[in-house]
């Protein structure tokens, strides 16, 4: 069976006057109909920069996506033209942004940024998608939804921005949602209502998630399988209980560590990784977590490593093994 | 809001009492309304003598002022110079609607005399602000849109170029190229002057012609600073995380760009445009000059060189007050565009 989605080789790099960022160095990963994946990785680390490149969202200039292919029901996306992809974009793949803040027109009512997408795509009338647009505020649980379509960005909360940018990302039932970190600038309880109801409204529209974040907590009761980035590479990926229960890169591992848990002893200090990551515009020659990695030997300074398996749907980029602590 | 409305209304009021007594003393103090009364010859000192009676410039200014505010008619003035008041005042004062008569024009009425001007005027710098705004969001929003490519650099290069050319340049350089040069290339050229031609009559077709270099003149050097203001406020616009919204939402080009950019990029040029209308009532003095376009600039200037204050008067009092107004308005269009714009 083909996969929904197929995202192959892509890189996307910015050209800035300071030298060339390399944002995303050949990332590949697939989606099945109906699956959730995670996108996991620290800020900086190319994650928005992917999926901003699947849905060709990347300012250009700076920006250009300059390998790779991005297969949609068969369809490479990034050879179709703008017309093209403007019937992808909100009508087969749609996206919630990281703040709702930011992201809501603040001189537009929500009913109008809902409701254009309506029109745009499903070739509604007004008064169509006015009624399907209450539908959907009712729906993300927005309440006295007919009497809120026309307020302004403004008159809402944080979280109900959110639940609206969701409502607006689902008007015309995508087959993807790309949620690009949509809880965290968001308070802790607002967060899980957030994730709740995605998790809600995935279930019964049966669509496919790409959840990025930097939380590895919200990803264990959401995703079906993981990919963990670090400097526009992915350095690991599996199914959830792979990472979660047996990682192997020793970054994944850091990760992991530096998770606060419940089980854990309160006087115990939580892990930290040292240092910070690499700078984009000026990559080391060798694996890019090297020189963080505790698990550091000869050959990581000067090779970067390719995506082996170590179980049936596990991958790692690393030369050590983990478990063992000896190079592979 | 109609609460703030009548507040800032009642504002206006001290306001436009403090303009219009600063302009009038001002004026009072720019020139001797009587020197040129004498047509070619000096003024007589008796007529002198007697004419500052009749106009009451030979009272103290404030008692000037008063007379032009509030009317003379409840007192009575000396004419015959015998130093006993006689004749009783008729003058009602700007407070009750009366601008007076002009002092150069003899006893022709301030209101009259501008309202034969001001529809010429308004007429001509209308339609140079369309074309401003016009021009200048289209210019501006394309520069934005294809930052840093050829056309944008050529129309950067050009802005800077009109917008450092003083009007009256370009006014007669247009005037050389369009109408001197193109009648001896044997081309059809363009009128240099009045507002139509008296052999064929004020045809609307005669009066369209005769504005466009006029137009073009004025217009040149805002279009030049208007379009890189719309360019910048566009660009800010566009890098916002709403148009990444709109984008990622598949909506056409033209409603990212007309509805959801522009309707956020106007704020600032509503400000700027607010201000300037009310300065269309004025006129433009130089354009109005070189092209010898009969409006309020030449009707300024002509009066204020002779000292004229009951004419110079009315005119800058109306446009202080559509200053005071349109102020209001551009107030009003913020809340309109921006809801979070709220007055109280």
Known sequence: MTPLLEVRDLATRFHTLDGTVYAVNGISYTLEEGQTLGIVGESGCGKSVSVLSVMRLIPEPPGKIVAGQVI???????????????????????????????????????????????????????????ARTVELLEMVGIPQAADRYRDYPHQFSGGMRQRVMIAMALSCMPSILIADEPTTALDVTIQAQIIDLVKALRDRLGMAVIWITHDLGIIAGLAEKVIVMYAGFIVERGEVDDIYDDPRHPYTLALLKSLPRVDRSSQERLATIPGLPPDLLDLPPGCPFAPRCIYRVERCLQENPQLKPVGLHHEIACWVDVTTGREQ | MSQYIIRRLLQAIPLLLIISLILFVLMRNTGD??????????????????????????????????????????????????????????????????????????????????????PNTLLLMIITEIVIIVFSIVIGVYSALRQYSLIDHLVTTASFVGYSMPIFFVALASMYIFAVNFKKWGLPYLPTVGMFDPQVGKTPAQVALHMVLPVLSMSLVS????????????????????????????????????????????????????????????????????????????LFLDHVSRADTPVVMGILMLISVAVVIFQLITDIVYAWLDPRIRYT
């Open chain 2, 33 to 118: 309304p009587l020197a040129t009364m004498g047509g070619r010859r000096l003024t007589r000192p008796e007529d002198r003598a007697r004419l500052a009676r009749q106009f009451g410039l030979d009272k103290p200014i404030y008692v000037q002022y008063l007379y032009w505010l509030i009317g003379n008619d409840w007192t009575k003035i000396d004419m015959d110079g015998d130093g006993v008041p006689e004749t009783p005042g008729i003058r009602k004062g700007v407070l009750r609607g009366e601008f007076g008569t002009s002092l150069v024009t003899r006893g022709k009425p301030v209101l009259t005399i501008i309202w034969e001007r001001l």
């Open chain 1, 72 to 130: 949609y029901r068969g369809q490479d996306l990034l050879t179709l033209d703008e017309a093209q992809m403007r019937q992808i974009r909100g009508k087969e793949i749609a996206m919630v942004f990281q703040d709702p803040m930011t992201s809501l027109n603040p001189v537009l009512t929500i009913g109008r940024q809902i409701s254009e997408a309506l029109i745009a795509h499903m070739g509604m009338s007004q008064e169509q998608a006015r």
């Open chain 2, 223 to 298: 279009i030049a600073g208007y379009s890189r203001f719309v360019r910048a406020t566009m660009l800010e616009v566009m890098s916002e995380d709403y148009i990444r919204t709109a984008r990622a939402k598949g909506l056409p080009n033209f409603i990212i760009l007309f509805i959801h950019a522009l309707k956020n990029a106007s704020l600032p040029l509503v400000t700027i445009i607010g201000l300037d209308i009310p300065m269309l009532l004025g006129g433009a003095i130089v354009t109005e000059r070189i092209f010898a376009w009969p409006g309020m600039g030449r």
